[in-house]
Every structure is written in structure tokens, then in C-alpha cells.
């Protein structure tokens, strides 16, 4: 990396630690797992044995949390879109996808509307099952 480069990278290292800092700080920080959210293996083990509602109802809690949390970084991302339109960087040139750009950004804001999407769907169909269970 050059020297410029390195620079800036950690100029906006520091700036995100700083926010992310102050996030925790606030009480409001999506970095933690979001209120029913379950471990990657207990979703795992839950979705190949459920089969109460209340399994399902617990996944459908789960993947509710999951859409949250992208739906926030989408926010992040977008945000930070309209920071780097603002003021763009030589990178900007240089290199469209780099970590320092709008694009970067703006592909991981929909990349992140998309998973929430996803984990909405995820949401309702565990909810259908968990209605479809009580019968």
C-alpha cells in the first residue's frame, strides 16, 4: 500500500472504532447479536429438530432479530454512501470498489436490504409453520 493509502485506511479505521466506541457507550450498538438472536449452531440444531410452536416461533424471533440487524447496517452503509458522494477520494478513481467508496458502500447497503429481506421471509415462514404446528 502506499503511504497516502495506509493513511486514509487508517484515518477511517479509527473513525469507525471512534463511532463504534461511541455506540457502545450509548447503549444503542447493533455490534452485539440483537435481542433473539440465537448462535449460528443453535439455529442450526433448532431448524433440523423443530417441531413445536414454540421451535418455530423461536426461529421466527431469531431470523425477526437477523433483519434488524441488516436493516441497520443498511443504514450504516447508506450513510456513509452519502459521506464518501460528498467528499469523494482519488480511490474513487482509482479503484470504484475499494473499501473508501461510494459504490463499496452502496453495494453493501443493498446487500444488506436484501439479507433483511430474506430473514423477513425467514420470519413469516417459521411463523406459518409454528400456526400450521398447533393444529
Known amino acids: 500500500m502506499r503511504r497516502s493509502n495506509t493513511r486514509c485506511f487508517r484515518t477511517l479505521a479509527s473513525s469507525l472504532l471512534f463511532g463504534l466506541l461511541v455506540t457502545l457507550a450509548s447503549g444503542t450498538a447493533t455490534a452485539v447479536e440483537p435481542k433473539g438472536a440465537m448462535k449460528p449452531k443453535e439455529v442450526k440444531a433448532l431448524v433440523a429438530n423443530a417441531t413445536t410452536p ?26 456513509l454512501v452519502n459521506e464518501y458522494t460528498r467528499r ?14 461510494a459504490e463499496h458502500c452502496k453495494y453493501f447497503a443493498e446487500h444488506c436490504r436484501n439479507a433483511a429481506k430474506e430473514m423477513r421471509a425467514m420470519a413469516a415462514a417459521h411463523e406459518a409453520m409454528a400456526k400450521e404446528a398447533e393444529k
Not at 56 to 68: D, E, G, I, N, P
Not at 88 to 101: E, G, H, L, N, Q
Open 88 to 101: 469523494p477520494t482519488v480511490s474513487s478513481v482509482k479503484r470504484p470498489m475499494a473499501p473508501d467508496t
Open 54 to 79: 414454540a421451535d418455530h416461533m423461536k426461529l421466527a424471533r431469531h431470523f425477526s432479530a437477523m433483519a434488524a440487524k441488516h436493516d441497520a447496517e443498511a443504514v450504516e452503509h447508506e450513510a
